[in-house]
């Protein structure tokens, strides 16, 4: 298993992940809780979650982030349409920013980097325009570099992302359907250089039917893939 030097990194289902670092710093990635069929019962989430990232609009990384950011006096940080829709909601602290950019979070410094997926959110008027998907770059001072691909299509410039970033621990969708699949989510971790996985967005529900024991079979010999539950750490 790889070190992550103090840092936990706790999935919650689906691609719902909380990262906390060694000096206390909660951040919380696409928070899915109320409809998730895959969240850990009674898993109670730290009192204080300092940030919250979104990845991309769709309600199966967004629906609990207002909820969530108002309970647990959390800063919303997402590409800048979405950060002003969930502002219009009625979140208080948002951070918008795009493609490229980096925002340092207390001891962590978060980049937005590609993704290749569509992004609209919805409420009772429809569908809206909130930005282009996109995936986060997470380099904790003294400790590791985590990447969330958040819903993505394998794509070339993940290469960019190895050469620029070198992510430890790489959180990828497997599940197909909606993202890349096993196959291209192997491809995914060679041109990123990972040499830890946690499969994220497969088995949530039934047209997500990739699998870690298909990834783990496609991946090289040292690249470990992680096989936790939800509600278990890394
Ligand atoms: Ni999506
Ligand atoms: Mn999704």
Same mark, same amino acid.
């Given at each position: 298993? %790889?070190?992550?030097?103090?840092?936990?990194? %706790?999935?919650?289902?689906? =691609?719902?992940?909380?990262?906390q670092?060694?000096?206390g710093t909660n951040i919380l990635?696409?928070?899915?809780?109320?409809?998730?069929?895959?969240?850990?019962?009674?898993?109670?989430l730290p009192e204080k979650i300092h940030y919250?990232?979104?990845?991309?609009?769709?309600?199966?990384?967004?629906?609990? =982030? *207002?909820?969530?950011?108002?309970k647990h006096k959390s800063?919303?940080?997402?590409?800048?349409?979405?950060?002003?829709?969930?502002?219009?909601?009625?979140?208080?602290?948002?951070?918008?920013?795009?493609?490229?950019?980096?925002?340092?979070?207390?001891?962590?410094? *978060?980049?937005?980097?590609?993704?290749?997926? /569509? /992004?609209?959110?919805?409420?009772?008027?429809?569908?809206?325009?909130?930005?282009?998907?996109?995936? $986060?770059?997470?380099? *904790?001072?003294?400790?590791? *570099?985590?990447?969330?691909?958040?819903?993505?299509?394998?794509?070339?410039?993940?290469?960019?992302?190895?050469?620029? $970033?070198?992510?430890?621990? =790489?959180?990828?969708?497997?599940?197909?359907?909606?993202?890349?699949?096993?196959?291209?989510?192997?491809?995914? %971790?060679?041109?990123?250089?990972? $040499?830890?996985?946690?499969?994220?967005?497969?088995? %949530?529900?039934?047209?997500?039917?990739?699998?870690?024991?298909?990834? =783990?079979?496609?991946?090289?010999?040292?690249?470990?893939?992680?096989?936790?539950?939800?509600?278990?750490?890394?």
């Amino acid at each position: 298993m %790889t070190s992550l030097k103090g840092t936990r990194v %706790t999935w919650l289902g689906h =691609a719902t992940v909380l990262v906390q670092t060694a000096k206390g710093t909660n951040i919380l990635i696409d928070p899915f809780i109320e409809q998730n069929p895959k969240y850990p019962k009674g898993f109670k989430l730290p009192e204080k979650i300092h940030y919250i990232l979104l990845t991309h609009g769709h309600s199966d990384h967004i629906s609990d =982030a *207002v909820p969530v950011a108002k309970k647990h006096k959390s800063t919303v940080v997402a590409m800048y349409e979405l950060s002003a829709f969930v502002g219009k909601q009625g979140v208080k602290d948002t951070v918008g920013m795009n493609l490229g950019g980096t925002v340092q979070l207390e001891d962590v410094a *978060v980049t937005m980097v590609d993704a290749k997926h /569509s /992004s609209g959110a919805q409420d009772d008027d429809g569908t809206h325009y909130v930005g282009v998907a996109a995936g $986060y770059i997470l380099a *904790v001072s003294g400790g590791p *570099v985590l990447y969330h691909a958040g819903d993505t299509a394998v794509f070339g410039d993940m290469k960019l992302i190895q050469e620029l $970033y070198r992510p430890e621990l =790489a959180m990828l969708p497997i599940g197909g359907h909606f993202t890349m699949g096993p196959k291209e989510a192997a491809v995914a %971790t060679k041109l990123l250089g990972a $040499y830890t996985v946690l499969p994220l967005h497969f088995g %949530t529900f039934p047209q997500l039917t990739g699998t870690p024991e298909q990834l =783990a079979a496609l991946v090289d010999a040292n690249v470990k893939v992680v096989r936790i539950e939800p509600g278990e750490s890394i």
